[in-house]
């Protein structure tokens, strides 16, 4: 592999557009990689801004915002719901990965459908629901389902599962009526995510799928390596560079999928277009992570090597276990010598909210797994104990 003297190199200043977590690791790879980088955000307490060279304190479609970001020498995106069309405007200025096209792929549940169809790929059994008289006995074949926004959904929130018609009636009203889709409730044998990086047709990787566990609809365990058989996992990788070469992606993106049923068929859920949560254990156990790659493929760089050193277990440390503003006893998590805790710096604690996330490294995932469940359940029980004993009220 080799690259051309077009390729965009240290110092040059990059630019991302979003200062949540996501962001901050990507600032944190670019910096340490020699990059400058401006940040754009609207939140003074954004995550990024602590690393950042400069932050725009601004919305996404501030004018004056956007033309700065113009001025980078190359612009991404660490959140999907940022405006593709500011996307699309600032690719005429500088690079732009991935495109505003892909963005709005993502962005909507619909059109992600139809792209991952268009792929020669499964969904799962799924229909739209744009007005009341969409719905109908006709659609029984998709019940129990779940009603999910086809816009602005994350970490389970605009989804109403429903089991009946009249259920579907009642969720659709609770979601303000919005366009949905109506997806069947399949039997997940497990979730899996394959990050790939792209930047063109030859130079594609993929990261080892992870196996992912959910609570309440949030991420809470990420496997590696997915305790699932090798052609089920080769099959994922294949899929999810399939779907990345259709949409001729270029950066980061993630696919989840869901394993379905005793056959263990593979449909695939949703894209992220950008660097995701399950995908944060490459930043301790594999040769490259997901946010330097996301600054190679920015600036037209091959991607890196993927290959995992280690079976690990990444955990998601999320705001519950903040109990009543106190900081969490991070000691055991510290003290464990192959734990790495990474904490995003967010000043507001909210429950459900990613605070950080650590990844244990194991000899084998079963084991990181267990080790990660022991160390988030002290985080859990302390500020249980905190809460009952210190000050006897219920957080
Ligand atoms: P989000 O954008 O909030 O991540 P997802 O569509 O990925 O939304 O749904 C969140 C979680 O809900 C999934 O990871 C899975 O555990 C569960 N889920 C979503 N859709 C289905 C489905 N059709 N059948 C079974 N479980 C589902
Ligand atoms: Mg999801």
Redesign the pocket.
């Known amino acids: 592999m080799s690259f051309s003297s077009s390729c965009i190199l240290p110092p040059a200043m990059l630019g991302i557009l979003g200062g949540g977590q996501l962001g901050a690791m990507f600032v944190i790879a670019a910096k340490t990689m020699g990059y400058q980088v401006t940040v754009l955000d609207p939140d003074p307490n954004a995550p990024a801004a602590q690393y950042a060279d400069v932050h725009l304190c601004a919305a996404f479609d501030d004018a004056a915002a956007l033309q700065t970001m113009a001025g980078c020498a190359a612009v991404t995106t660490e959140f999907e719901n940022v405006s593709a069309d500011s996307m699309r405007w600032l690719a005429q200025y500088t690079e732009v990965s991935p495109s505003g096209d892909c963005v709005a792929i993502a962005q909507d549940?619909q059109q992600e459908k139809d792209w991952i169809t268009r792929a020669g790929l499964a969904t799962?059994p799924f229909v739209v629901i744009c007005v009341d008289s969409d719905i109908n006995s006709n659609l029984e074949e998709f019940l129990p389902?779940?009603l999910?926004t086809a816009t602005l959904?994350?970490?389970?929130?605009?989804?109403i599962e429903v089991g009946t018609v009249d259920e579907l009636r009642t969720a659709f009203t609770q979601l303000q009526k919005v366009r949905c889709v109506l997806?069947?409730?399949?039997d997940?044998r497990a979730?899996i995510s394959v990050v790939v990086a792209r930047l063109d047709e030859q130079q594609t990787v993929c990261f080892p799928p992870a196996e992912?566990q959910?609570e309440n609809?949030i991420?809470a365990y990420s496997l590696v390596p997915a305790r699932l058989p090798q052609p089920v996992l080769q099959q994922a990788e294949y899929m999810a560079l399939k779907l990345a070469h259709a949409m001729d992606y270029k950066g980061v993106l993630a696919v989840?999928m869901?394993v379905v049923g005793n056959e263990m068929q593979l449909v695939v859920?949703?894209i992220a277009p950008r660097p995701h949560n399950s995908g944060h254990y490459t930043l301790d156990a594999c040769v490259s992570d997901q946010f330097q790659q996301q600054v190679r493929l920015m600036c037209g760089l091959p991607p890196a090597a993927t290959d995992l050193l280690q079976p690990c277990c990444m955990a998601n440390i999320l705001g519950d276990v903040w109990p009543a503003g106190r900081e969490p006893d991070w000691c055991t998590v510290l003290n464990h010598a192959t734990a790495c805790l990474h904490l995003y710096g967010k000043k507001q604690v909210r429950p459900g909210r990613k605070m950080g996330h650590f990844t244990v490294l194991a000899e084998d995932s079963a084991q990181a797994w267990q080790m990660a469940r022991s160390l988030h359940l002290h985080l859990q029980n302390d500020a249980q104990n905190f809460c009952s004993t210190a000050l006897n009220i219920s957080c």
Do not use: S
Request: proline residues 0%; aromatic residues 8%; glycine residues 20%.
């Open positions: 549940r799962v389902g779940i999910k959904g994350y970490d389970g929130k605009g989804q997806e069947k409730k399949v997940l979730e992912n959910h609809g991420l989840e869901f859920n949703e």
